[in-house]
C-alpha cells in the first residue's frame, strides 16, 4: 500500500524559514523520481521543484534560489528547504510522484506577518 505523508508546515513570518519532510513507502522510492508541487487558495496547481533519483534537484522559476529540494533514499524521504518565504508562497504543499499517482494530503504554509 503506498503512503506518502507530507509534514512541516505551518505560520511563517515573510522573510523566514520552514522545512517540509515528505515520507514514502509501499513503492521503490529509491527508483522514483519525486516533486513538490502546491496550490495556493483558489488557484490550480504549480509545479515547485523535483529531486531526481540520483538526488539531482531542479526548480520552478518562482522558488529558484530560495527553495532547496532533497531526497534521502535511505529514509524514503523527500525534503523542501523554504528560504525567505514571501506571501506568495502561501498554499497546501503537496509531495508527489505524478507520472505514478502517488499524492500525499499536503501540509499547509501560510506565509503572514
Known amino acids: 500500500q503506498v503512503q506518502v505523508v507530507e509534514s512541516g508546515g505551518g505560520l511563517v513570518h515573510p522573510g523566514g524559514s520552514l522545512t517540509l519532510s515528505c515520507i514514502t513507502s509501499?513503492?521503490?522510492?529509491?527508483?522514483?523520481?519525486m516533486h513538490w508541487i502546491r496550490q495556493a487558495p483558489g488557484k490550480g496547481l504549480e509545479w515547485v521543484a523535483g529531486v531526481k533519483i540520483d538526488g539531482t534537484p531542479y526548480y520552478g522559476d518562482s522558488v529558484k534560489n530560495r527553495f532547496i529540494a532533497s531526497r534521502d533514499n535511505s529514509k524514503n524521504a523527500l525534503y523542501l528547504q523554504m528560504n525567505k518565504l514571501k506571501s506568495d508562497d502561501t498554499a497546501m504543499y503537496y509531495c508527489a510522484s505524478p507520472g505514478l499517482d502517488y499524492w500525499g494530503k499536503g501540509t499547509l504554509v501560510i506565509v503572514s506577518s
Open positions: 509501499g513503492f521503490k522510492f529509491n527508483f522514483t523520481h
